[in-house]
C-alpha cells in the first residue's frame, strides 16, 4: 500500500456504476457479487466513502452504465463482457437497473458523467473534461468492477497524467477472493495511493486541515 500526500482544492472521488442493477439485491449483476460484496463490506464501505467525502467537501462524480435497444440490437463486435451483458438486457436505458441505488445516488451540485458503454469510463466520457473543469487533479475511484471498470479507468486516468486513488474495500472483483487478491496485487503499478476508506478519508482530511 501506498501513501502520497493530497492537495488541497484539487481532491474529487469518482463512483463508477453504483446502480440497482448492481447494487440492489432485486439487480441482475448483484448475484454475480453478493458474495464478494459481504466478505469485503463493499455497499455499506461505499457509503461511508460518499458520507465522508461529502462532509469533507469533496466533488462527488458518479458514472452510469446505460445501453439502448440498438446498442443490443447492432454492435457487430460486443467483447466477452458485453455479450454477458446484451444477453441479460443489464444496464438497460430507463429501466430500474440503470437508476443508481438510492443509497449511491447524486446529490444535488454532483456531477453525472455521461453514460459509460464500455469499461473504462475516460476512454467514451466527458469525464476527463468535467474533471479539469472541477479543478480535479487527485482522483480516487470507486464502485465497479474493481478488475474491470475500476481498474481500467484508474489506468487511463493515471496515463493522462492524473493522481490516482483506488481501494481495498470499496470495491469488488468480478469472480472471487483469488481475483481480488490478484486485483489488489495490481493495483500499486497502475495507481498512486491503494487505500481503504478510513486511512483514504483521513489522509485527505490531513490535506484539508
Not at 444535488?108 to 464500455?118: D, F, L, T
Amino acid at each position: 500500500m501506498t501513501s502520497t500526500p493530497y492537495e488541497a482544492g484539487r481532491i474529487g472521488l469518482l463512483l463508477i456504476d453504483t446502480t440497482n442493477e448492481v447494487f440492489h439485491e432485486d439487480g441482475k449483476g448483484y448475484p454475480f457479487y453478493q458474495a464478494e460484496f459481504d466478505r469485503i463490506g463493499t455497499f455499506q464501505n461505499l457509503k461511508r466513502l460518499l458520507a465522508g467525502a461529502r462532509e469533507l467537501g469533496l466533488p462527488v462524480f458518479f458514472a452510469p452504465m446505460s445501453y439502448t435497444e440498438e446498442d443490443y440490437t447492432t454492435w457487430k463486435r460486443p467483447a466477452g463482457i458485453h455479450q454477458v451483458m446484451f444477453e441479460n438486457r443489464m444496464f438497460e436505458e430507463g429501466s430500474w437497473g440503470a437508476q443508481f441505488h438510492p443509497d449511491l445516488s447524486p446529490a444535488r451540485g454532483e456531477i453525472v458523467i455521461a453514460p459509460h458503454k464500455n469499461i473504462d469510463v475516460l476512454a467514451t466520457t466527458d469525464l476527463d473534461v468535467q474533471l479539469r473543469q472541477h479543478g480535479v487533479e487527485y482522483i480516487a475511484i470507486a464502485g465497479m468492477i474493481g478488475t474491470m471498470c475500476v481498474e481500467s479507468t484508474a489506468r487511463s486516468c493515471m496515463e493522462r497524467g492524473y493522481h490516482v486513488t483506488v481501494f481495498t474495500d470499496a470495491t469488488a472483483s468480478d469472480s472471487g477472493p483469488e481475483a481480488y487478491d490478484a486485483m489488489i496485487k495490481r493495483y500499486p503499478a497502475i495507481s498512486h495511493a491503494v487505500h481503504d476508506v478510513d486511512a483514504y478519508l483521513k489522509a485527505v482530511r490531513a490535506a484539508l486541515t
